[in-house]
């Protein structure tokens, strides 16, 4: 059964269902989607050399099913994958009967906007339309840049293209389509001429071949080999003064973002509401709001995620919170107004430039080993992975090791953005949700920083 004839047969049961009082209400997502993989070796040590190409397409369907229950004000969910090669009828009685296990609160489902919101480019054309030139350009630009390279030894690297095309309807006659696009980009490298005892293996990801930085990713990836072995754990302090670049800095503020949904406040869980302070001090004050249009972003949608109309607005002015998001159902859950605020972060830029920092003494995170926040008590820990120390004289000595944490309410105190712009547009995957930040590219943290490494006069 073709994909069309499926979702007429599943929603024409469903309907009946509902018809029946079986059902309060249902959701359906059925995804089509098309991947263009390569798999490389490189057995000159410099190449790119493809051992496999292949397509990979694929037809997905996720239900969600709403039951009343006894109690007129709860209601049993559940959420299932639907096969064609199954009855429908067999697997939606299955959901009717998982969902009796899941009781809730009950709410109502959105439905159609009176009036249609504007589309937003959500997906790269070049990778729907173009994806063997798409491919031939990031090859080359890969090669280019590992040519550009001293001491290197590339050993293999993966590049994935991904389009999908999702059809979104609920039983209130919801019904919309969202493209997405991403690419894929992974390369593992050793020391030239040495024994493979050591590797760095690193990936990169985004919406767009436009913010996908080949030549950038090749130099984070040599520069992490030219200091296999050769670098030294940075010095213990309880007051470091730390900058890092926007990867950390949007994961940070993500963190912040959670606790500005109300849906916090419902499950009890530490929130953030109007009138709030976050931050503050004599440095640049945070400017935070979330916009859905921006083309090609991970997180732009004509559609919040809960099927109302997305819009852009403020959450954070001068360290003040001015709004919340307020979805579709814990909004009706409070007695709040859902506003379907939503989007990718949106961050003004600062006064911090290379020469202002120029006298300071700070560690330089490049790369994080593995950031974990905690987006409850907003603290956040991490082993660097590699880092400089610049001291106040300006000279520089490469660090890895040691731990480093931070307290999010503290680091945004007193703190420097980045007078340039940087983008991330990170796709979900099996363990991130996605992530869309446009603002400064980096951050200079002076507050709420310790690091627990080397004693001075220890050896390295």
């Known amino acids: 059964m073709d994909q069309s004839n499926f979702i ?24 089509a989607s098309r991947s263009h993989q390569r798999l490389y070796a490189a057995p000159d040590g410099a190449s790119l050399t493809c051992h496999q ?6 037809d997905a369907y996720q239900l969600s099913v709403y039951c009343p229950m006894a109690d007129a004000n709860s209601v049993g969910t559940a959420s299932i994958d639907l096969v064609p090669f199954r009855p429908v009828d067999a697997q939606l009685a299955e959901a009717i009967e998982l969902s009796r296990c899941s009781k809730n609160q009950t709410w109502k489902l959105a439905g159609p906007p009176a009036t249609p919101p504007a589309p937003v480019e959500t997906c790269d054309p070049e990778i729907r339309d173009n994806p ?4 031939e350009s990031i090859e080359r630009q890969f090669t280019e840049a590992f040519a550009a390279t001293e001491g290197c030894r590339l050993n293999s690297a993966e590049l994935f293209l991904n389009y999908s095309i999702s ?48 030549k950038g990713f090749v130099e984070r990836c040599a520069l992490q080999v030219s200091v296999l072995g050769d670098s030294e754990e940075p010095d213990t302090s309880d007051a470091a003064s730390i900058l890092i670049d926007k990867e950390a800095l949007s994961q940070m503020l993500d963190a912040v973002v959670k606790q500005l949904n109300c849906m ?3 499950l009890k869980l530490p929130f953030l509401k109007p009138g709030d302070a976050f931050g503050g001090g004599d440095g640049d004050p945070l400017q935070l709001r979330l916009d859905p249009t921006l083309p090609c972003m991970a997180l732009s949608s004509a559609y ?56 300071s003494d700070y560690i330089e995170v490049i790369k994080f080993s593995s950031l974990l926040i905690d987006s409850q008590k907003l603290t956040w820990s991490s082993e660097i992975k590699l880092g400089r120390h610049v001291a106040a004289d300006g000279r520089v000595t490469l660090v890895k090791g040691g731990v480093v944490s931070g307290n999010l309410k503290e680091n945004f105190t007193g703190c420097r953005f980045s007078s340039t712009t940087g983008t991330v547009s990170s796709p979900a995957n099996s363990y991130a949700a996605a992530l869309g930040y446009r603002g400064p590219d980096a951050l200079f943290i002076t507050r709420g920083v310790s690091i627990a490494g080397q004693t001075k006069g220890d050896c390295a």
Do not use: C
């Open 132 to 135: 063997a030139a798409v491919i």
């Open 167 to 214: 059809t979104l309807i609920n039983s209130e006659g919801l019904a919309y389509d969202v493209e997405q696009s991403d690419v894929y980009l992974e390369a593992a490298m050793e020391r030239a001429g040495g024994e493979n005892d050591k590797e760095v293996h690193e990936h990169d990801t985004s919406v767009s071949v436009a913010d996908l930085d080949v």
């Open 53 to 58: 190409s292949r397509r990979v397409n694929g």
């Open 304 to 359: 919040a995620i809960d099927g109302l109309p997305a819009r852009s607005g403020a959450l954070v002015e001068n360290n003040r919170v001015v709004d919340r998001i307020i979805g579709n159902r814990f909004g009706q859950y409070l007695g709040l107004e859902p506003n379907g605020l939503g989007g990718n972060l949106v961050v003004a830029t600062g006064t911090l430039t290379a020469e202002s920092l120029k006298g």
């Open 8 to 31: 007429s047969e599943v929603t024409r049961q469903l309907a009946a269902l509902a018809g029946a009082g079986t059902l309060q209400g249902w959701s359906l997502k059925a995804t």
């Open 264 to 266: 916090n406040e419902y």
